[in-house]
Protein backbone atom coordinates (compact mmCIF):
# COMPACT_ATOMS: atom_id res chain seq x y z
CA UNK A 1 0.00 0.00 0.00
CA UNK A 2 1.47 3.61 -1.03
CA UNK A 3 2.29 5.71 1.62
CA UNK A 4 3.60 9.46 1.77
CA UNK A 5 5.12 11.19 4.62
CA UNK A 6 5.51 14.63 4.30
CA UNK A 7 8.23 17.15 6.22
CA UNK A 8 10.18 20.30 6.07
CA UNK A 9 7.73 22.45 7.24
CA UNK A 10 7.97 25.27 9.08
CA UNK A 11 8.43 29.04 10.28
CA UNK A 12 9.73 31.01 7.56
CA UNK A 13 10.71 34.40 6.97
CA UNK A 14 9.26 36.64 3.59
CA UNK A 15 11.72 36.31 1.23
CA UNK A 16 13.37 32.99 2.76
CA UNK A 17 13.08 29.09 1.39
CA UNK A 18 11.93 25.94 2.79
CA UNK A 19 12.13 22.27 0.90
CA UNK A 20 9.52 19.69 1.72
CA UNK A 21 9.81 16.41 1.45
CA UNK A 22 7.15 13.77 0.58
CA UNK A 23 8.63 10.23 1.13
CA UNK A 24 6.84 7.46 -0.44
CA UNK A 25 6.92 4.08 0.63
CA UNK A 26 4.88 0.86 -0.91
CA UNK A 27 5.69 1.84 -4.33
CA UNK A 28 8.31 2.68 -6.54
CA UNK A 29 8.45 6.66 -7.09
CA UNK A 30 8.29 6.61 -11.32
CA UNK A 31 5.05 4.64 -11.17
CA UNK A 32 2.51 7.51 -8.74
CA UNK A 33 2.10 11.14 -9.99
CA UNK A 34 2.73 13.31 -7.21
CA UNK A 35 1.18 16.68 -6.40
CA UNK A 36 1.70 18.98 -4.02
CA UNK A 37 -1.15 20.66 -2.35
CA UNK A 38 -1.92 23.82 -0.16
CA UNK A 39 -5.17 24.47 2.21
CA UNK A 40 -5.87 27.60 4.64
CA UNK A 41 -8.99 27.68 7.09
CA UNK A 42 -12.16 28.66 4.67
CA UNK A 43 -10.55 28.23 1.74
CA UNK A 44 -10.70 25.46 -1.00
CA UNK A 45 -7.61 22.86 -1.49
CA UNK A 46 -5.31 24.26 -4.29
CA UNK A 47 -3.06 21.80 -5.98
CA UNK A 48 0.63 23.67 -6.43
CA UNK A 49 2.54 21.40 -7.75
CA UNK A 50 2.70 18.00 -9.86
CA UNK A 51 5.21 16.17 -11.35
CA UNK A 52 3.77 13.07 -14.14
CA UNK A 53 4.01 9.43 -13.82
CA UNK A 54 3.38 9.49 -17.57
CA UNK A 55 5.36 11.83 -19.53
CA UNK A 56 7.45 13.66 -16.92
CA UNK A 57 5.84 17.06 -17.05
CA UNK A 58 5.40 19.49 -14.36
CA UNK A 59 3.04 21.44 -13.52
CA UNK A 60 2.72 24.78 -11.26
CA UNK A 61 0.33 26.67 -10.07
CA UNK A 62 0.29 30.58 -11.38
CA UNK A 63 0.71 31.27 -7.34
CA UNK A 64 3.75 29.41 -7.04
CA UNK A 65 5.26 29.39 -10.85
CA UNK A 66 9.29 30.95 -10.67
CA UNK A 67 9.30 30.65 -7.22
CA UNK A 68 8.78 26.78 -6.38
CA UNK A 69 10.52 23.87 -8.20
CA UNK A 70 9.32 19.92 -7.65
CA UNK A 71 11.68 17.36 -7.93
CA UNK A 72 12.55 13.77 -7.59
CA UNK A 73 14.94 11.19 -5.72
CA UNK A 74 14.49 7.80 -7.23
CA UNK A 75 17.41 6.24 -5.08
CA UNK A 76 15.24 8.15 -2.07
CA UNK A 77 11.61 7.76 -3.34
CA UNK A 78 11.03 10.66 -2.23
CA UNK A 79 9.82 14.25 -4.25
CA UNK A 80 10.90 17.44 -2.80
CA UNK A 81 9.20 20.89 -3.21
CA UNK A 82 11.46 23.44 -3.18
CA UNK A 83 10.06 26.92 -2.22
CA UNK A 84 11.96 29.94 -2.71
CA UNK A 85 11.20 33.58 -2.30
CA UNK A 86 8.08 32.56 0.33
CA UNK A 87 5.19 35.10 0.99
CA UNK A 88 2.87 35.42 4.02
CA UNK A 89 0.55 34.02 1.38
CA UNK A 90 2.46 30.93 0.88
CA UNK A 91 1.24 30.00 4.71
CA UNK A 92 -1.10 27.12 4.75
CA UNK A 93 -0.74 23.51 5.62
CA UNK A 94 0.78 21.19 2.56
CA UNK A 95 0.03 18.28 1.33
CA UNK A 96 1.71 15.71 -0.87
CA UNK A 97 -0.82 13.28 -2.45
CA UNK A 98 -0.65 10.60 -5.26
CA UNK A 99 -2.39 9.19 -8.39
CA UNK A 100 -1.40 5.97 -9.93
CA UNK A 101 -0.38 3.87 -11.34
CA UNK A 102 0.96 5.46 -14.25
CA UNK A 103 -1.65 7.74 -14.83
CA UNK A 104 -2.00 11.80 -14.25
CA UNK A 105 -5.75 13.68 -14.90
CA UNK A 106 -3.98 16.90 -13.36
CA UNK A 107 -2.97 18.59 -10.99
CA UNK A 108 -6.51 18.10 -9.16
CA UNK A 109 -6.99 16.82 -5.57
CA UNK A 110 -10.16 14.70 -6.98
CA UNK A 111 -7.86 13.17 -8.81
CA UNK A 112 -5.54 11.60 -6.09
CA UNK A 113 -5.64 8.49 -4.71
CA UNK A 114 -3.45 8.55 -1.97
CA UNK A 115 -2.54 11.92 0.81
CA UNK A 116 0.08 12.16 3.37
CA UNK A 117 -1.08 13.84 6.73
CA UNK A 118 0.46 17.52 6.15
CA UNK A 119 2.83 19.98 7.00
CA UNK A 120 2.57 23.42 8.22
CA UNK A 121 4.56 26.01 6.48
CA UNK A 122 4.38 29.97 8.44
CA UNK A 123 5.62 32.66 6.60
CA UNK A 124 5.90 36.02 8.77
CA UNK A 125 8.20 38.18 9.74
Known amino acids: QVQLVESGGGLAKPGGSLRLSCAVS????????IGWFRQVPGKEREGISC????????YYADSVKGRFTISRDYAKNTVYLQMNSLKPEDTAVYSC??????????????????WGKGTLVTVSS
Open 26 to 33: GAALDYYT
Open 51 to 58: ISSVDDST
Open 97 to 114: AAEGPKYYTGCVAYAMDR
